[in-house]
């Protein structure tokens, strides 16, 4: 067998795997399979494709690099479950090295307002129509930390419009998967630094001006629409950012 002969049949091996990851992240996309819920046995997805075992195996190992799956060792392959919010203090130290306190959510302000356009074109829905804001503050040994700035579509985020924010956990993704039906798979994250404003800083408990860092957040559903748009800011002075290259 000559070297384009082989390269021919490893060619056509990527195009089977790539059209059964295809075909399944269909499935996962459209919600056949939801966040957190285990895939059908390999046997099962045989005989439903009708290929080789190891082309299966080569498109699961595809999704699962794209994040779309993950493997539990003796109990299957799953739908990644997606997101639970409280990664925001990776940014920030406010405590003792190692702690893992969940900050307690303090909600100042639930509203409907319409979108501007760049808010719009962010969440992937028309300039003018409705969107939630909400207002909170995370807190952490008693003081208040971080203040957030929330916007969501009202149309798919309607169950957050109706309940009371009294009965919201302190971590907000959760309930959108359980109240609204909307699992945060992944998120987009851009900083910088700024001043706090005078009312802003009241919240914070920080004198008007002070410096922050301000944390930009897009976060997407396992499809890749943006489902939520979010800005945080902290003090400054209690900002760290650690990255290792290699």
């Known amino acids: 067998m000559n070297a384009?002969?082989?390269?021919?049949?490893?060619?056509?091996?990527?195009?089977?795997?790539?059209a059964i990851a295809e075909r399944l992240r269909?499935?996962?996309?459209?919600?056949?399979?939801?966040?957190?819920a285990a895939i059908p046995a390999e046997t099962t997805l045989l005989?439903?494709?009708?290929?080789?075992?190891?082309?299966?195996?080569?498109a699961i190992t595809l999704l699962v690099s794209e994040g779309?799956?993950?493997?539990?060792?003796?109990?299957g392959t799953f739908v990644h479950a997606g997101l639970t919010g409280a990664s925001l203090l990776r940014f920030f130290r406010f405590g003792k090295e190692g702690d893992h306190e969940v900050p307690v959510s303090n909600i100042h302000k639930r509203t409907q307002t319409v979108a501007t356009a760049e808010l719009a074109a962010q969440l992937g829905i028309r300039a003018g129509a409705n969107v939630i804001h909400i207002l909170r503050s995370r807190w952490l040994q008693g003081e208040p930390r971080?203040?957030?700035?929330?916007?969501?579509d009202a149309k798919?985020?309607?169950?957050?419009?109706?309940?009371?924010?009294?009965?919201?956990?302190?971590?907000?993704?959760?309930?959108?998967?359980?109240?609204?039906?909307?699992?945060?798979?992944?998120?987009?994250?851009?900083?910088?630094?700024?001043?706090?404003t005078a009312p802003d800083a009241a919240l914070?408990?920080?004198?008007?001006?002070?410096?922050?860092?301000?944390?930009?957040?897009?976060?997407?559903?396992?499809?890749?629409?943006?489902?939520?748009?979010?800005?945080?800011?902290?003090?400054?002075?209690?900002?760290h950012y650690t990255v290792n290259l290699t």
């Open 4 to 18: 384009s002969t082989v390269h021919s049949l490893h060619e056509a091996g990527q195009r089977r795997y790539a």
């Open 26 to 36: 269909g499935e996962i996309t459209s919600g056949r399979w939801p966040a957190g």
């Open 47 to 58: 005989a439903e494709f009708g290929v080789a075992l190891g082309t299966i195996r080569q």
């Open 68 to 75: 779309l799956l993950e493997r539990r060792h003796g109990r």
């Open 146 to 152: 971080l203040l957030e700035r929330i916007w969501l």
């Open 156 to 196: 798919r985020f309607s169950a957050m419009a109706e309940s009371d924010p009294a009965t919201w956990g302190d971590l907000l993704y959760p309930e959108y998967a359980a109240r609204c039906g909307v699992v945060v798979h992944r998120a987009s994250e851009t900083i910088e630094f700024g001043t706090l």
């Open 204 to 239: 914070l408990r920080l004198p008007a001006k002070h410096p922050c860092a301000v944390v930009s957040r897009c976060a997407f559903d396992i499809a890749g629409r943006c489902v939520e748009v979010r800005v945080t800011r902290g003090d400054a002075n209690a900002f």
